[in-house]
């Protein structure tokens, strides 16, 4: 039996969406977990092009494939969510990421939207912190809340 898993790059994808895949294979990925079959898999996703699908993930590296024996644990994704100080991490950049997004739009700061999104250590994310507060307090409504968003923050970091 085979069953796949997503890599890094996939979890990446579901944090983050790119843009890099279309609405049937981000639902296909997200039911991916390393557990399913592909049966399993197609019964859910409800996807007439299940197979092209699944391919494009392959192809893209959102996901790999390994074979599983009856009685074997399914191999783990090797994602930074396996790891609860990786999760964290990821935890801050979003919150980071969404609250820059919230205050400012989409299209504002991206400079320091993709260093936080590229940061992999907390030192490098700390560095960010103080031009990410800067940058919420530049908003009036970011002014009155900035001290309450960096409280919620630090927690998560």
């Known amino acids: 039996m085979t069953i796949h898993y997503k890599t890094p790059k996939g979890v990446g994808e579901i944090a983050n969406r790119s843009g890099a895949i279309g609405q049937r294979a981000r639902r296909l990925l997200i039911l991916i977990d390393g557990q399913r079959s592909r049966t399993e898999l197609h019964a859910l996703a409800g996807d007439p092009d299940f197979e092209n699908s699944l391919a494009q993930l392959c192809g893209a590296g959102f996901i790999a ?90 927690a998560v970091m």
């Open 65 to 154: 494939a390994a074979p599983v024996e009856p009685g074997i644990v399914p191999p783990s994704a090797g994602t930074p969510a396996d790891d609860p100080s990786a999760q964290d991490l990821q935890k801050a950049r979003n919150f980071m990421i969404n609250t820059l997004r919230a205050y400012h739009g989409h299209y504002n700061k991206l400079n320091l939207i993709k260093r936080i999104e590229s940061s992999q250590q907390r030192a490098e994310l700390e560095a960010l912190f103080g031009e990410w507060r800067a940058s919420i307090a530049e908003n009036r409504t970011g002014l009155k809340r900035v001290d309450e968003l960096a409280s919620q923050l630090r």
